[in-house]
C-alpha cells in the first residue's frame, strides 16, 4: 500500500516533479526523491511518469457498500422556521444525480413550524422526511445529530448532502464521524460516474489553486457540503407528486449537552455578503480609509454589498465581516466588482465562482484580470465616479 | 485546567502563483507554516493555563519536519509538543486524521479541552474538530470568539452566528474550533524562545497510540482522491478600453445588455 519508485525505471526527467501538485516530489542524483508524508496519493505523478517508474497501490476497499443504500437526501436546513435557499440549490443538483442513478430524491427538514415545505417538492423533492417539534426551535446540535444519524441508519440514503453553512460545517461532520463515512467539503462539482454509480465531489484545495476530484468507495452514505450559491435553485416545470411524511421520534434522545444560554441578534453587522446579488469590494488601491466612500456610492447604486480585500481590513478600514477570501467569506454573487485589488490567489479563492467578475486596476498585469469578464485598465479614483454616475442616470 | 492544542503545519501559500505557460504552481519560495487559524488556538490554550494553572498539549500530525513547527509552539508557551508521525498514517482524510488525533487524546488522558482551528488553509475542510469530538463522544462548539467562564466543570463560551452572537454553556470536557476574533496571539519571549531550542519532541506512532490500523491513515479514509487538476483559467477578460467616461459608459450598457443589472 502506498506510493513506491523503481529506481531503474526512473530515467529523473522530472515530469513528476511538476506534475506533483503538493510539491512533494524533488529530483535528487537523476532519481526521483517522493515525499510520502503530506501525499495523498492522487496519482498526478503516475499519470507524468513516462516509464510507469512510479507505482501506486491503494488499499482495496476493505467493506464493499451493501446494494441496500438507495436514494439521494438533502438535509433542508431551516433557522427560526425559514428554509435555507441552499437547501433547495441542492435538491435542483441532487435532481439530476437522483435521474441519473434511477434513483428517488428525498429532502430531510427538522425544525419547528417550518414554513414552506412545498418549496422542497418544487425543486424535485420525491419525499420530504419531515420532523417537527418545539426541540427544533433553536439550533443546538446534538438532537439534530442524533436524529439524522438515526434516519440514515433508518432508510440507508446512498448520498446525503448538506449545505456548506456555519450550521451544516459544524454538525454534518459529526455525523459523517458517526457513520464512519467520507465526507467531502465545500464541493463545486457533483456528477455520478455512471460506470461504478460513485458520487464524483470535485472541490478547490490549496487556497483554490487546485482542484481535485473525490471518491467514497468503500463507505456509505457518501457525504458532501456545498457552499450556497453554487448550484442554481432550479424549480421543476412539474413537480413530482411529493409526499410529505411526518417522522416520529424518540423524545428521550432529544437532549443537548451544549445549553444555548442567550441569542444577541447583531444589528450592526448589515453586510450580508453571502447572500448579496451584487458585490463591490476595494483593495489597497483605495489608499486610505475614506477613499472606501467611492466603493460605497456605487454599491449604493447597484442596491450591492460592500467587500473588501483583506489589507484593507487589517489596515482598520473597514470591519472583518466584509473581508472576502480565503480566510474571509466565500461569495459567489452575479456581479463581482474588484477596485484595487490586485487578485491574490487568498482573495480569488473567495470570489473566482462568481457569475460574472469586473476587475477596474491601473497595472494590466494584475492578476485579477485573469479570472475577470470585463477588465478596465486605468485610475479607479476616475473610473468608479463616472460608472456610479452612469448607473444614477440610467 | 489541561488543554489540548491541535495544530497542523501547512504550506504558506503567500507566494503561490500558476506559471501561465504550464498551467502548474510556482512552488519556490512556498514555506511551511503554523495554519493560520491554529495560532489562534495555541494562545487561547496558553491564556486559559495562565489563569487557570494546569498545561498545554501540542499535538500535530504531519510529517518528521513538523518537528520545527512544534519548537515554535514551544516558544509561545505550549508545556509539551508531541509530533504523530507514521508512514501508517499517508493519505489520511478527515476522518482518519480526527481518528488519529482521537487516539492521541485517549493517551494523554488528562484533558479538559481541546482547541482546534476553524480550519486548515490547505485542506479548508473545518471537519477534523467536529469529527474529533464525535470520536471522542465529547460535546462540540464551533467557531468560539470568546470564553467567558470556566467553572464547575463546565464553561460558559460565545460565538458569532450569521445573525447574531450565541451564549452556550457545555460541560467540560469538549472540543471547541474557534474563531480569528478570540485573541491576538503572541510573538515568542526570550524564556520561551530558549526553552524552544532545547525542547525534545516527542514522536508517536501508529502502534504507540494503539490504533486500529483499518482506522487511520488511507485504509482509515473514507474519501479517496481520483485526480488533481488545475482549474482553467482560460477566460480572457474582454478589455474595455478608451477614456475613463468611455470605458464607465461600455461597461455599464455592456452589463444592461447581458441583463446583469
Ligand atoms: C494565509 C493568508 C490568508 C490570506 N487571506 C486573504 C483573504 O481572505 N482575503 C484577501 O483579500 N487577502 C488575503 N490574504 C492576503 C493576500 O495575499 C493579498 O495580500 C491581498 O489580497 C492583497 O490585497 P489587495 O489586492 O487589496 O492589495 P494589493 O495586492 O496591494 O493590490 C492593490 C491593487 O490596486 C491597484 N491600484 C493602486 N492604485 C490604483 C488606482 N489609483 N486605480 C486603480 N488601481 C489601483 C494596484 O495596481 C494593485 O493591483 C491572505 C494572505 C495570507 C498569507
Ligand atoms: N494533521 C493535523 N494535526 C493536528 N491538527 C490538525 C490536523 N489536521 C487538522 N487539524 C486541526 O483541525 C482543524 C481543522 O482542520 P481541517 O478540517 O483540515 O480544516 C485545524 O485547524 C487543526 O486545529
Redesign the pocket.
Known amino acids: 500500500m502506498g506510493i513506491s519508485l523503481d529506481k531503474e525505471n526512473c530515467t529523473g526527467c522530472g515530469s513528476c516533479e511538476s506534475a506533483c501538485p503538493f510539491g512533494l516530489i524533488t529530483i535528487i542524483d537523476d532519481k526521483a526523491s517522493i515525499k510520502v508524508e503530506g501525499c495523498n496519493l492522487c496519482g498526478a505523478c503516475q499519470d507524468a511518469c513516462p516509464t510507469e517508474a512510479i507505482k501506486i497501490e491503494k488499499a482495496m476497499a476493505t467493506v464493499t457498500p451493501g446494494n441496500d443504500y438507495h436514494g439521494v437526501w438533502v438535509f433542508a436546513e431551516q433557522r427560526n422556521g425559514e428554509i435555507k435557499t441552499v437547501g433547495c440549490e441542492l435538491l435542483s443538483k441532487g435532481r439530476e444525480l437522483a435521474d441519473t442513478l434511477k434513483t428517488e430524491l428525498c429532502a430531510v427538514c427538522i425544525g419547528h413550524n417550518v414554513k414552506g415545505i412545498e418549496q422542497l417538492t418544487a425543486c424535485g423533492a420525491d419525499k420530504v422526511y419531515l420532523i417537527d417539534d418545539p426541540a427544533f426551535s433553536n439550533q443546538s446540535e446534538d438532537p439534530y445529530v442524533a436524529e439524522l444519524v438515526r434516519l440514515i441508519k433508518l432508510y440507508k440514503p446512498e448520498i446525503v448532502l448538506a449545505g456548506a453553512t456555519p450550521f451544516g460545517r459544524s454538525f454534518f461532520p459529526r455525523v459523517a464521524a458517526i457513520l464512519k463515512t467520507g465526507l467531502t ?1 465545500d464541493c463545486t462539482g457533483l456528477d455520478i460516474d455512471t460506470e461504478k454509480n460513485l458520487l464524483r465531489q470535485t472541490r478547490p484545495t490549496f487556497g483554490g489553486n487546485v482542484m481535485a476530484t473525490i471518491i467514497c468507495p468503500s463507505r456509505r452514505p457518501q457525504m458532501s457540503t456545498v457552499r450556497p450559491r453554487v448550484f442554481k435553485k432550479k424549480l421543476m416545470p412539474v413537480p413530482p407528486a411529493g409526499k410529505i411524511i411526518k417522522v416520529d421520534f424518540d423524545k428521550a434522545v432529544l437532549t443537548s449537552r451544549t445549553k444555548l444560554l442567550n441569542f444577541v441578534a447583531d444589528l450592526t453587522e448589515k453586510v450580508k455578503l453571502e447572500d448579496a446579488d451584487i458585490i463591490v469590494s476595494g483593495g489597497r488601491g483605495l489608499g486610505k480609509p475614506e477613499n472606501f466612500q467611492l466603493i460605497r456610492e456605487l454599491a449604493a447604486a447597484l442596491g450591492a454589498a460592500v467587500g473588501s480585500s483583506r489589507p484593507c481590513v487589517d489596515e482598520g478600514w473597514i470591519p472583518y465581516s466584509h473581508q472576502v477570501g480565503q480566510t474571509g467569506k466565500t461569495v459567489c454573487p452575479k456581479l463581482y466588482i474588484a477596485v484595487g485589488i490586485s487578485g491574490a490567489v487568498q482573495h480569488m479563492a473567495g470570489m473566482q465562482t462568481s457569475d460574472c467578475i469586473i476587475a477596474i486596476n491601473d497595472d494590466p498585469e494584475a492578476p485579477i484580470f485573469q479570472i475577470a469578464t470585463y477588465g478596465i485598465v486605468g485610475d479607479l479614483f476616475k473610473i468608479v465616479p463616472l460608472i456610479t454616475e452612469q448607473l444614477k442616470n440610467g | 485546567m489541561n488543554i489540548v ?4 503545519q501547512v504550506p504558506g501559500t503567500t507566494e503561490v502563483k500558476i506559471d501561465p505557460n504550464t498551467n502548474t504552481l510556482i512552488r519556490q519560495g512556498i514555506k511551511a507554516i503554523v ?1 493560520p ?2 495560532s489562534y ?1 495555541l494562545e487561547e490554550g496558553v491564556r486559559l493555563k495562565e489563569k487557570f494553572g494546569g498545561k498545554v498539549t501540542v ?4 510529517p518528521p519536519q513538523a518537528a520545527d513547527m512544534l519548537k515554535e509552539a514551544i516558544s509561545v508557551g505550549a508545556d509539551e509538543a508531541i509530533l ?1 508521525s507514521d508512514m501508517a498514517f499517508a493519505g ?1 482524510d ?1 476522518l482518519a ?1 480526527a481518528a ?2 482521537g487516539k492521541a487524546a485517549e493517551k494523554i488522558k488528562t484533558y479538559d479541552l481541546i ?6 488553509i ?8 467536529p469529527e ?1 469530538a464525535e470520536n471522542l463522544g465529547i460535546p462540540f462548539i464551533a467557531y468560539v470568539s470568546k470564553i467567558e467562564e470556566i467553572a464547575n466543570g463546565k464553561m460558559r463560551v460565545q460565538r458569532a452566528v450569521e445573525d447574531g452572537y450565541e451564549t452556550i454553556e457545555s460541560p467540560l470536557p469538549a472540543v471547541i ?1 474557534v474563531a480569528k476574533e478570540i485573541n491576538v496571539p503572541r510573538m515568542p519571549s526570550l524564556r520561551g524562545l530558549s526553552k524552544s531550542r532545547s525542547a525534545q519532541i516527542p514522536v508517536w506512532t501508529a502502534n504507540d497510540i494503539a490504533a486500529d490500523k483499518a482506522t487511520i491513515g488511507q485504509a482509515g479514509s473514507g474519501t479517496w482522491v481520483v485526480k488533481v487538476f488545475y482549474p482553467q483559467r482560460i477566460q480572457h477578460a474582454e478589455m474595455i478600453k478608451g477614456e475613463p467616461p468611455v470605458q464607465a459608459k461600455t461597461l455599464v450598457e455592456k452589463l444592461r445588455e447581458a441583463k446583469i443589472i
Open positions: 467539503a | 492544542v491541535c495544530l497542523k495554519n487559524f491554529d488556538a499535538i500535530s500530525m504531519g504523530l489520511s478527515t486524521t488519529t488525533l482547541i482546534c482551528g476553524r480550519q486548515t490547505d485542506g479548508d475542510t473545518g471537519q477534523v474538530g474529533l474550533t
